[in-house]
């Protein structure tokens, strides 16, 4: 899952980005509202946190255009305003949710978890896939009742593929959910980790993850 970070607050931002990569998210940060902006309607995330209060442009009018254009991504509004206007502003203006700063990390992290899922149906702290099991908060992995230890990237990749079970996902999609903009779009990374997760799940037969020729991987329902 990829994610976008604006906030002019660099600290603030360097913070909540090293807690997510911790989980296992992709993410890309802005410290100015243009700049955000641009990164929203250029690149393909699966939730964007924003900032209110941003030079150059606020979290409003961010938020505002990415709804006009049709761009119906998860945000969450940060700011370290209280009042009802300001949150009923944020709200109307697109908003999923809202949260004052400061703020637990925990928090926060549970309402990504919340938001990511929501758009796919998912109601449960578990993911499943045939006898594979994924624990999103406690970022857990078990594969017929028996713990398998990923690499953050492992789990990032084996999580929007059980995300997606039944469809055809390419390796641009894999790449633009499970890497960050520093990645090399032409390198066979996504094939590497492909790899790597059936050897861990002793896939060997594709019993899991199929090869689809010419297109990307399948998790068959």
Not at 20 to 46: I, P, R
Not at 69 to 97: F, Q, R, Y
Not at 184 to 193: A, G, K, Q, T
Request: proline letters at 2%.
């Amino acid at each position: 899952m990829r994610i976008l970070i604006v906030e002019d607050n660099i600290k603030l931002a360097e913070y909540v980005k090293m807690a997510l990569e911790s989980k296992s998210y992709a993410v890309d940060t802005a410290s100015d509202g243009e700049t955000g902006e641009k990164q929203a309607f250029y690149n393909e995330y699966d939730l964007i946190i924003l900032d209110l209060m941003l030079p150059k442009k606020d979290g409003v009018s961010i938020c505002k255009n990415l709804r006009k254009a049709g761009i119906t991504t998860p945000i969450i509004m940060l700011t370290a305003k209280g009042e009802l206007e300001d949150k009923v502003e944020g709200l109307d203006s697109g908003a999923d949710d809202y949260l004052l700063k400061p703020f637990e990390l925990e928090e926060l992290l549970a309402r990504v978890r919340a938001l990511i899922r929501r758009p796919k149906g998912k109601k449960g702290e578990t993911y499943r896939y045939r006898d594979i099991k994924m624990d999103p908060a406690a970022h857990k992995v078990e594969l017929s009742g028996k713990a398998v230890s990923l690499t953050f990237k492992e789990y990032a990749v084996l999580e929007y593929l059980i995300l997606h079970k039944g469809r055809v996902v390419t390796r641009g999609q894999i790449l633009e959910h499970c890497w960050n903009s520093d990645y090399d779009s032409f390198s066979n990374i996504v094939d590497v980790y492909i790899k790597k997760l059936r050897r861990k799940l002793n896939d060997g037969d594709e019993k899991y993850i199929k090869t689809v020729r010419g297109l990307g991987y399948q998790l068959q329902d």
